[in-house]
């Protein structure tokens, strides 16, 4: 579940050699990755092919079974990338998102995944940036439906901060002593969230 990215193999943002571990949280997107391995070796793809092959040697897998060829070589650019996406969202029915819309896919959904500072700045690293602020400057737009959604939730009174939440987990795993201050103010939060659960939206 790591992806090494050599730059004297493949052309890097910063010809900065990195690597990439897979992003938590994405089961079907794995899943999709792993079948596509195994249908690759039953055509007759080795362990130091391309992942993703040229056109040409999807189109005659013949090549790919070859006993005498050498390694298949991955895309040379990136304008096979691009028509993949295309067609897949032609496939989707659903309007065109560019290769880094990927990028942008994995910030929006990061402060679901990392609880500390420390998760967010191994999110940032995995993306390949040098500084959480990167991530934060160039990844953090924010969708109008997104807001909207926000804003429905501050309206509502359904905000739980970070220190609630731990609060409410240590409830739930019977961490608590139940002596004040800590156990009653979780009783509280957890008495409001039901409460705020039960409101109709």
């Given at each position: 579940r790591k992806i090494l990215l050599d730059k004297t193999e493949v052309r890097i943002k910063n010809s900065k050699s990195q690597s990439t571990s897979w992003f938590p949280g994405h089961k079907r997107a794995e899943d999709i990755v792993v079948s596509w391995i195994e249908e690759l070796i039953t055509k007759g793809g080795q362990p130091d092919d391309a992942l993703f092959p040229p056109d040409i040697n999807?189109?005659?897998?013949?090549?790919?079974?070859?006993?005498?060829?050498?390694?298949?070589?991955?895309?040379?650019?990136?304008?096979?990338?691009?028509?993949?996406f295309r067609n897949g969202c032609e496939e989707a029915q659903v309007n065109y998102f560019n290769p880094h819309s990927t990028k942008h896919y994995l910030r929006s959904v990061r402060d679901?995944?990392?609880?500390?500072?420390?998760?967010?700045?191994?999110?940032?690293?995995?993306?390949?940036?040098?500084?959480?602020k990167i991530t934060e400057v160039s990844y953090a737009k924010m969708t109008d439906a997104r807001r909207d959604a926000i804003f429905r939730t501050l309206q509502a009174g359904n905000v739980v901060i970070e220190e609630?939440?731990?609060?409410?987990?240590?409830?739930?795993?019977?961490?608590?002593?139940?002596d004040p201050p800590d156990h009653e103010l979780a009783l509280k939060l957890d008495d409001q969230r039901r409460l705020n659960r039960k409101q109709p939206k």
């Open positions: 999807l189109a005659h897998e013949q090549r790919l079974t070859r006993t005498s060829r050498g390694t298949v070589e991955p895309w040379k650019t990136d304008a096979s990338v691009r028509r993949a679901e995944i990392c609880r500390t500072p420390e998760h967010r700045q191994a999110y940032s690293y995995n993306l390949g940036h040098e500084t959480e609630d939440k731990g609060l409410l987990l240590a409830l739930r795993e019977h961490q608590l002593t139940p």
